[in-house]
């Protein structure tokens, strides 16, 4: 039972350009949103949050959008760049629970 | 160097041996999580800590699995009478949440440490 889906397992976009990851959740408790960044043999880092009283938070070259009722939230990185290529995760947590769910990832190609 | 730290970052073991792993927080953090991680899937949450308090285990942690956190700093990992389906990534991770700036950005994100990668043969 995933509660939380990334859908792609893999993205490839021309650098420069903008890439969209995307992620759906079924669990409606959840009302905090995480996106990590993994390279291999490195734990993931933490990229950025949004929570559910917000539907954008932007920092710097990323920015992630929630729509809570579609239960849809994407992560925007532009321009693109070779160091992005890595794999990223979406992950959500719910206020009373402090686990966090991950999805499977999205390995992201950046192409010169 | 003020990050996570694991250790050891790689273990190979025979299958019915124990094994246990260690993890440092980041100093001023109180909570403490351990995550494990197979091949095309994200982590998976074990169990966490809060200081010295364990307060969530996921039904993932047999009854061959304990983890403690005696001084509510470092926290060890045990898996004992190994199986091949041990074989994964364990991540450590940890955080110092404010309850009562939760929904404020950038409270509650976890970091991680760089995992210990088990192999059991």
């Known amino acids: 039972d995933q509660q939380v889906k990334q859908n792609s397992p893999s993205l490839s976009v021309q650098e420069g350009r903008i890439s969209i990851l995307n992620c759906d959740y079924t669990?409606?408790?959840?009302?905090?949103f995480l996106w990590y960044k993994k390279y291999p043999a490195e734990g993931p880092t933490f990229l950025i949050s949004?929570?559910?009283?917000?539907d954008k938070n932007e920092d710097g070259r990323f920015t992630v959008f929630l729509n809570k009722s579609a239960k849809h939230l994407s992560l925007h990185i532009v321009p693109s760049q070779p160091g992005d290529s890595a794999v990223y995760f979406c992950?959500?947590?719910?206020?009373?629970?402090?686990?966090?769910?991950f999805g499977k990832g999205t390995r992201l190609h950046i192409l010169p | 160097d003020t990050g996570v730290s694991q250790d050891p970052r790689h273990k190979i073991t025979k299958r019915g041996q124990n094994v246990t792993f260690r993890c440092d927080p980041i100093?001023?953090?109180?909570?403490l999580y351990w995550y494990r991680q197979t091949l095309g899937q994200g982590p998976e949450f074990l169990t966490y800590?809060?200081?010295?308090?364990?307060?969530?285990k996921s039904r993932l942690l047999s009854d061959r699995f304990s983890a403690e956190r005696p001084k509510g700093s470092f926290s060890t990992l045990e898996i004992q009478r190994t199986e091949q389906g041990d074989s994964a990534m364990y991540l450590c991770?940890?955080?110092?949440?404010?309850?009562?700036?939760?929904?404020?950005?950038?409270?509650?994100?976890?970091?991680f440490g760089p995992g210990t990668r088990l192999t059991v043969t």
């Open positions: 992950a959500a947590s719910a206020y009373r629970d402090d686990k966090i769910i």
């Open positions: 991770a940890s955080s110092s949440p404010n309850p009562g700036t939760r929904l404020a950005e950038s409270t509650y994100e976890q970091y």
């Open positions: 800590f809060q200081n010295e308090a364990q307060l969530e």
């Open positions: 949004i929570s559910s009283i917000k």
């Open positions: 669990n409606s408790m959840f009302d905090y």
């Open positions: 100093s001023e953090h109180n909570r």
